[in-house]
Each structure stands twice: as structure tokens, then as C-alpha cells.
């Protein structure tokens, strides 16, 4: 069983940053595709950011250019930096662990709240 613990949210203006963390319990971290996705209220929860163990990354198109996703296998972590900020990107952040045949994990989530 993997546990997924997201921090790092919290409330920002409008062009300010804040970098998101997601730390995995267990083993088998740095064979797992981690993403970030995110739901507003009243919408689906969509894709933000994809990195493969090979740290291959992927990106919604709202977000290009201004978020970028890493992670640290030896910290069991995946990252969101997230810069030049905008209400709309005013959502839960969740955090995704793809582990193959072992399953795909889910956090709790995190609120990030950007002020116009």
C-alpha cells in the first residue's frame, strides 16, 4: 500500500509562486509516473503535470511555460513549481502515483488559492 502526502498549498497573489510536494511512502518510487491534477469547484479534476521514471514531463496547455514538475527518487518526491500564478489556477492539488500492476494511489489533496 503507497500513501501519497501532499504539501505546500496555500494562498498567493495573482504573479506570485508556491511549489507543491508529494512524498510516497513504501517502495518502488522511482519506477512509479507521478502526476499533479486539480479540480476547482463544480469542475472535473484535470490533468496538470506527468513525469515518468525516466523523468520524461508532460504538460496541460493552460499551464505551459509557467509550472514545471521534478521529482527526487531519493526523497520519494515529486515536485510542482508553480510560478506567474493566476486565479484560475485556483483549485485542490492532487497528487497521482502510477505504480503499474501495484496500483495508482491517489493524496488527499491540497488548496491552492490565487487572489486576483
Known amino acids: 500500500q503507497v500513501q501519497l502526502v501532499e504539501s505546500g498549498g496555500g494562498l498567493v497573489q495573482a504573479g506570485g509562486s508556491l511549489r507543491l510536494s508529494c512524498t510516497a511512502s513504501g517502495r518502488f518510487f522511482s519506477i512509479a509516473s507521478m502526476g499533479w491534477y486539480r479540480q476547482a469547484p463544480g469542475n472535473q479534476r484535470d490533468l496538470v503535470a506527468t513525469?515518468?521514471?525516466?523523468?520524461?514531463?508532460n504538460y496541460a496547455d493552460s499551464v505551459k511555460g509557467r509550472f514545471t514538475i521534478s521529482r527526487d527518487n531519493a526523497k520519494n518526491t515529486v515536485y510542482l513549481q508553480m510560478n506567474s500564478l493566476k486565479p484560475e489556477d485556483t483549485a485542490v492539488y492532487y497528487c497521482?502515483?502510477?505504480?503499474?500492476?501495484?496500483?495508482?494511489?491517489w493524496g488527499q489533496g491540497t488548496q491552492v488559492t490565487v487572489s486576483s
Open positions: 497521482r502515483g502510477n505504480y503499474g500492476p501495484r496500483g495508482v494511489y
Open positions: 513525469i515518468t521514471s525516466g523523468g520524461i514531463t
